[in-house]
């Protein structure tokens, strides 16, 4: 390990052990069912543990999380593939993506509990909808990025238009592809716990939300703690290791 | 393939950037164009492969072919290896058999069988330009058109990357129009060097090189000659 990655990882472990200090210190200062300490939060959790709940609600709201994400990347992606090479798709479609972008995610969680009732479909719905413009705007961005010489050069030696999309393209665009994944996997969780707290009687959101209907604040922080280490763990594991995958030529 | 370029004139908004240039080229000819730096000779090339169009006058071809373009630039996609850049060109017309050997021929003619599985990024200066020569040749054009190709070179590297660029050539003859700013470059390559104005652009005059390339010596003084002739060319108002 290089100096640099230590002295990285020491800053980082010094940071935590200081959220720790002031949250515990926050804690002495206000009532339990405000701000519940630390160690109130573990115990909260080891009893969500224990009763078996909490994986069982984790597994519905990774499903969830997962399916939401998935449909946001394949299809933001390929819409912003096609919104960045064709600029009529993309004159006509835009305006469309802003509205999503700026029109309020809870108005879209009312909707979709009209529409599709309490469950999986709400939260799916309401993780797509929060994060495909994100990932439609990242795309295109990627493809305004290509470099206009690569492209030159393959028109040139008549390099037919598919080859052209598949082989310089596509690996020119991965690099925003997955900046974009990176912030929808941040969005996601907070998408689906919203979703959740409203639109569902399972998952961590609903979770929550119980917590909350019995002035259970260590279950609320108990909660909230497995969904911040679930989108380290996906940052982790899924995004960083795809990000170093798709750009070993660098 | 023989090429005509005739009358042409070409602005870019006020500026007038070709006036009235006039020149051909003939079967398997090297043909250099010298001119001064930001005198037009990139938007020739660019006339000559129809990415622009003239506003005046013609380019015309004997014959249907195709044209290939050595770039300033090396233009290798950085994600794929020097055998894959070879072949990205080749593909989606050459079967696979046909298209290892062509790839492979190439890859042993610049001296880069180490480098074939080689990203970009691992490559010098002069190792990429071998690969982007080999990617022009590989696709087998009947017009090539270099746009200072070995302009970010060292001199030694130049004549090395000259000498192999004429090595090509003899193996598999093509017309080739060959855009540079440099004298020595010229003397050495060129059947003929037609040598440009600054703006608005014409061809000033096109010299001759009766010396077959491989007897050339940059210290022939036949070849100083011409050199010193296109020098009093190019400097002249």
């Known amino acids: ?250 | 393939m023989d090429l005509q370029v005739e009358n042409v004139a070409k602005s870019w908004g006020e500026i007038q950037v070709l006036y009235d240039l006039n020149f051909s080229l003939g079967e398997n000819e090297i043909l250099c164009i010298l001119g001064p730096s930001g005198c037009g000779k990139t938007t020739i090339l660019n006339l000559i492969s129809g990415i622009i169009r003239p506003d005046a006058g013609s380019v015309r071809f004997s014959c249907e072919g195709k044209t290939g373009y050595v770039f300033q630039e090396p233009r290798l996609l950085p994600w794929k290896t020097v055998y894959d850049n070879i072949a990205f060109v080749l593909k989606h017309w050459m079967s696979q058999d046909e298209l290892d050997k062509t790839v492979k021929g190439y890859i042993e003619m610049m001296e880069l069988n180490q480098f074939k599985d080689a990203y970009p990024r691992q490559l010098s200066g002069g190792m990429k330009q071998r690969v982007s020569l080999a990617r022009a040749f590989a696709y087998n054009p009947d017009l090539l058109l270099m746009d200072e190709p070995f302009k970010s070179l060292d001199l030694t590297l130049r004549f090395s990357l000259i000498k192999l660029l004429l090595k090509l050539w003899r193996s598999q003859p093509k017309s080739i129009v060959f855009v540079t700013h440099e004298v020595s470059e010229a003397i050495l390559l060129g059947d003929r060097v037609c040598v440009l104005s600054s703006k608005p652009t014409y061809v000033k005059d096109c010299i001759s090189i009766d010396i077959h390339q491989e007897e050339r010596e940059i210290s022939d003084p036949r070849l100083l000659m011409i050199e010193g002739k296109l020098y009093k060319l190019l400097a002249e108002e």
């Open chain 1, 1 to 250: 390990m290089s100096n640099f990655s230590i002295r990285n990882n020491f800053r980082w472990i010094i940071s935590v052990i200081c959220g720790l200090i002031l949250w515990n210190v926050l804690s002495m200062i206000y009532l339990e069912y405000v701000i519940p300490s630390p160690e109130a939060t573990i115990k909260a959790l080891l009893s969500l543990i224990a009763s078996g709940q909490l994986f069982y609600f984790a597994r519905i709201t990774i499903g969830r999380a997962m399916a939401g994400f998935s449909l946001s990347f394949f299809i933001g992606g390929s819409m912003g593939l096609i919104m960045g090479l064709n600029d009529k798709v993309h004159d006509f479609l835009r305006p469309w993506v802003t509205f999503l972008q700026v029109s309020p995610t809870i108005s879209w969680l009312l909707i979709a509990m009209i529409w599709f009732g309490l469950g999986d479909g709400v939260a799916v719905f309401i993780i797509f909808i929060a994060t495909f413009p994100v990932m439609i705007i990242n795309t295109i961005e990627g493809v305004r990025q290509v470099d206009p010489n690569l492209v030159q050069m393959a028109q040139t030696f008549e390099v037919p238009r598919s080859c052209l999309i598949r082989e310089i393209y596509i690996p020119s665009i991965l690099p925003y592809i997955m900046a974009g994944a990176s912030i929808i996997m941040g969005m996601t969780w907070k998408a689906v716990a919203m979703a959740e707290v409203l639109g569902a009687t399972t998952g961590i959101g609903a979770g929550m939300s119980w917590g909350r209907v019995n002035l259970e604040t260590p279950e609320v922080f108990a909660w909230t703690l497995l969904l911040v280490t679930l989108g380290f763990v996906s940052e982790w594991l899924l995004i960083r290791p795809l990000q170093a995958k798709f750009s070993w030529w660098k």
